[in-house]
């Protein structure tokens, strides 16, 4: 519903930290440097945050 644009971001699974994540590209938390992906870390839309 009109969020088709918004910027998903990975919850780190090991540390809870949120980060962009890197279309085509490797998603490596940038506090803990775990390796997010689809399957191990959950996808969050990051339109709303930091308010
Ligand atoms: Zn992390």
Redesign the pocket.
């Known amino acids: 519903m009109g969020a088709e644009n918004a910027p998903l971001s990975y919850r ?1 699974s ?2 809870g ?1 949120t980060f962009k994540v890197n279309p085509g590209g490797a998603n490596i ?1 940038p ?2 440097g ?1 390796n997010c992906g689809p399957d191990k870390c959950r996808q969050v839309e990051a339109s709303d945050e930091g308010y």
């Open positions: 780190c090991r540390c930290n938390c506090i803990c775990f």
